[in-house]
């Protein structure tokens, strides 16, 4: 599956959410990753993120799509860290 995350945590866990996440995907913005993983991949990079977050003031989004072949991306202005697999 296809997943884009996108994430606002409190400033003393932003760098190990981000560090954790780019073991899985990939870095497209401040706070945002992209990319490919299996179902199990999946529930493992959530489990994990579990015990990084304090699920009380942190907040992350998964936006599940079947395959990069669904998705579409249009940039306007600077594209920070550009994924040439999927364009």
Not at 3 to 27: P, T
Request: aromatic share 12%.
């Amino acid at each position: 599956m296809y997943i884009i995350i996108v994430y606002d945590v409190e400033q003393k866990r932003v760098a190990k959410v981000c560090k954790y996440l780019r073991k899985y995907l990939h870095w497209i913005q401040n706070s945002v990753f992209e990319g490919e993983v299996s179902e199990g991949k999946f529930k493992e990079l959530q489990t994990g993120l579990k015990r990084i977050i304090n699920k009380e003031v942190d907040s992350i989004l998964f936006f599940k799509l079947r395959a990069s072949y669904d998705v579409e991306k249009e940039v306007m202005g600077v594209e920070k860290a550009p994924v040439e697999s999927i364009l």
